[in-house]
T-cell receptor, first 110, second 116 residues
Framework: DAKTTQPPSMDCAEGRAANLPCNHS???????VYWYRQIHSQGPQYIIH???NNETNEMASLIITEDRKSSTLILPHATLRDTAVYYC???????????FGAGTTVTVRA | NAGVTQTPKFQVLKTGQSMTLQCAQD?????MYWYRQDPGMGLRLIYY???????DKGEVPNGYNVSRLNKREFSLRLESAAPSQTSVYFC???????????????FGPGTRLTVL
């Protein structure tokens, strides 16, 4: 599986968009990009995933570059409840294994 | 739906003791997983079960055994606990489609295990 690189931490103001970068320069053509988050030692929570196209759901948007070597997770209007560790993962479908790195600790400030 | 449930929530063991962590899901998922998370680190896969009747090793299987009791339940056993197994253990389940699509994993609340 491809490795990912994320900044260790970032701050965001409440109500503003939070843009979380992820580098996955060794991603292969059939690997998906997944984002999960973990709020204060709870079990991780799925956010979104994509292959080539940009994706949007009720939680976030995922922007994948054309060469697929990097992506950005966008939380459009961050709230204090979005404070969490965010994990960017590349996963081969139908591989069963998700490899979690250290993630990005996002702190949303009032 | 309860989703993924885990028991117990907390456990303290002495070195050499054994115990079984229980996990159950009510989403009719085929695949189930056990992860561990050490302080300040990401999750590491211990074992997984792609479907009922099958189990496979993950990244850190040493010192653990698993049983896929039926489609709903997947247990993790520590035969002789060691302090290095002090961690938070998460169970997860998913429905993986061979033709592509989601591998969204649903996680339980975790079991916090301390081995003295």
């Amino acid at each position: 599986d491809a490795k990912t690189t994320q900044p260790p931490s970032m701050d965001c103001a409440e109500g503003r968009a939070a843009n979380l970068p992820c580098n996955h320069s060794t991603i292969s053509g059939n690997e998906y990009v997944y984002w999960y988050r973990q709020i204060h030692s709870q079990g991780p929570q799925y956010i979104i995933h994509g292959l080539k196209n940009n994706e949007t759901n009720e939680m976030a948007s995922l922007i994948i570059t054309e060469d697929r070597k990097s992506s950005t997770l966008i939380l459009p209007h961050a709230t204090l409840r979005d404070t969490a560790v965010y994990y960017c993962i590349v996963n081969l479908i139908p591989d069963y294994k998700l490899s979690f790195g250290a993630g990005t600790t996002v702190t949303v400030r009032a | 739906n309860a989703g993924v449930t885990q028991t117990p929530k907390f456990q303290v063991l002495k070195t050499g003791q054994s115990m079984t962590l229980q996990c159950a899901q009510d989403m009719n998922h085929n695949s189930m997983y056990w992860y561990r998370q050490d302080p300040g680190m990401g999750l590491r896969l211990i074992y997984y079960s792609a479907s009922e009747g099958t189990t496979d090793k993950g990244e850190v299987p040493n010192g653990y055994n698993v049983s896929r009791l039926n489609k709903r339940e997947f247990s993790l056993r520590l035969e002789s606990a060691a302090p290095s197994q002090t961690s938070v253990y998460f169970c997860a389940s998913s429905e993986v489609w061979a033709s592509g699509g989601d591998n969204e994993q649903f996680f339980g609340p975790g079991t916090r295990l301390t081995v003295l």
